[in-house]
């Protein structure tokens, strides 16, 4: 069987061997790196401009950043048919094409997050080893134990000097992994910006357009996690007050949070804005040049896929959130909904331009329709279906709370 026939729907003229090839997983792909490189920026706009209104959500949207980049490959193995090639891409990087730029692109990323998280927690792994080398240790201490000396890489110095020596070193990383985030999720906009086959996907605006809805998605995702995981820790110490348990109290944690939601949610309305400007040019720049495709596109952006496009992407996706957000006031649970919207709007419109984009056939006489796997019945709808989906958005919470064992995101002393 082709691939691709198994959830394609053909209508009028369309050719033998055309399919929608690129499912679920290529949705899911833009979107994920997108996450990545929002929540990195975030970070890096309190560690290179100096935004102080972003200190408290920096290092948490730094280490979520992290845990986000090995989910971001997770949609192209799952995608491919021979994933143990893969490896390929890793170890002989190189800028013939973009996806084989994307091994180059992958790694001084990685290596750069890492090393700034490092630098941001390096006096956190010392004090943790110190605290737990002279005194008897539990299992699990002695596994912290191990695990914080060798993170500390043999750099036990914590005196002021050596600490604004990596404060500088934050800055300088932050400042070069902007440009380098930017194009690890810049160049998927690249990849379908420069197919000239396809008459959707043509567009020297689609980098741009991939990478301000990237910021917008990344920081939303952060202010929604920020937010589960604050009302998680106000339970807790909740529990705790009423047990006498000394800790900051539910108010105090409920005042902080709101503040750093609003503040955090201006920066978002900013580049949603930016988002939302550079979408409309681009869809009235195709309009007003009516090439000889624009025949076909009228009928999949103005019929075949109005719902997707202008009910749930700029509808529900970026005007009712921009509302949410901007109205005076803002609650906690105005800005759930509100990021929760953004994510949508930033999904459809990641699934309009891979889905969409090959609804119509290369005769401009025809029309595919894509029916998302539920059920799997082989393991090819288990990848390419809900459950591949749902196994590529899990996976970075996961990685994330492993991670803060290590790298707590709150209350840390060496917050730079």
């Known amino acids: ?30 979107f994920m790196t997108g996450l990545v490189a929002g929540a990195f920026v975030l970070s890096s706009l309190y560690h290179v401009f100096g935004f102080k209104q972003l200190k408290e959500i920096a290092r948490f949207s730094l280490v979520f950043s992290f845990a986000l980049l090995p989910c971001a490959p997770m949609p192209l193995l799952l995608h491919l048919q021979q994933p143990l090639r893969n490896h390929y891409v890793l170890m002989t990087p190189h800028f013939s094409s973009a996806i084989a ?6 790694m001084t990323y990685g290596v750069i997050v890492a090393s700034e998280l490092w630098f941001v927690y390096r ?8 605290g737990l080398r002279d005194r008897p240790r539990s299992l699990t201490e002695t596994l912290r134990y191990g695990m914080a000396r060798m993170l500390t890489l043999g750099a036990w110095d914590v005196s002021e000097p050596a600490l604004e020596k990596d404060e500088k070193a934050v800055k300088v990383l932050a400042a070069t992994g902007i440009p380098v985030a930017c194009f690890l999720h810049g160049y998927a906009g690249f990849i379908f910006g420069s197919v000239k086959a396809n008459a959707l996907w043509m567009t020297p605006l689609m980098p741009v357009i991939f990478i301000c809805s990237a910021v917008v998605s990344g920081i939303a995702l952060c202010i929604l ?6 009302q998680g820790r106000i339970m807790i110490n909740t529990w705790k007050l009423k047990h006498d348990i000394g800790t900051p109290s539910p108010e105090e944690l409920k005042s902080a949070e709101l503040t750093i939601v609003t503040q955090t949610s201006r920066y978002l309305l900013i580049f949603l804005v930016l988002a939302i400007t550079l979408e409309l040019l681009d869809l009235i720049f195709r309009g007003y040049t ?17 719902v997707n496009i202008f009910i749930l992407q700029y509808g529900l996706g970026n005007v009712v959130p921009f509302l949410l957000l901007l109205l005076p006031g803002l609650t906690i649970r105005r800005a759930v909904a509100g990021t929760l919207l953004v994510l949508l709007g930033v999904f459809m419109m990641r699934w309009n331009v891979v889905i969409g984009g090959q609804a119509f056939s290369a005769s401009f006489a025809g029309f595919m329709e894509y029916r998302m796997p539920i059920l799997p019945t082989s393991m090819e709808t288990l990848k ?10 899990f996976t970075p919470f996961v990685l994330f709370f492993l991670l803060t064992r290590m790298m707590p995101v709150f209350d840390t002393k060496d917050s730079h």
């Open 225 to 230: 996690t920020f937010i589960v995981i604050s």
């Open 384 to 393: 390419e279906g809900v459950f591949g989906a749902l196994l590529v958005i």
């Open 290 to 306: 009516a090439v000889k495709s624009w025949d076909i596109l009228r009928s999949v952006i103005y019929e075949k896929d109005f």
């Open 123 to 130: 006096r956190h792994f010392v004090e943790t080893a110190l």
């Open 101 to 106: 730029a994307f091994g180059i692109v992958f």
């Open 1 to 30: 069987m082709v691939h691709g026939e198994l959830w394609t729907i053909k209508e009028f003229f369309v050719y033998p061997n055309e399919y929608i090839y690129w499912s679920i997983q290529i949705v899911m792909y833009p």
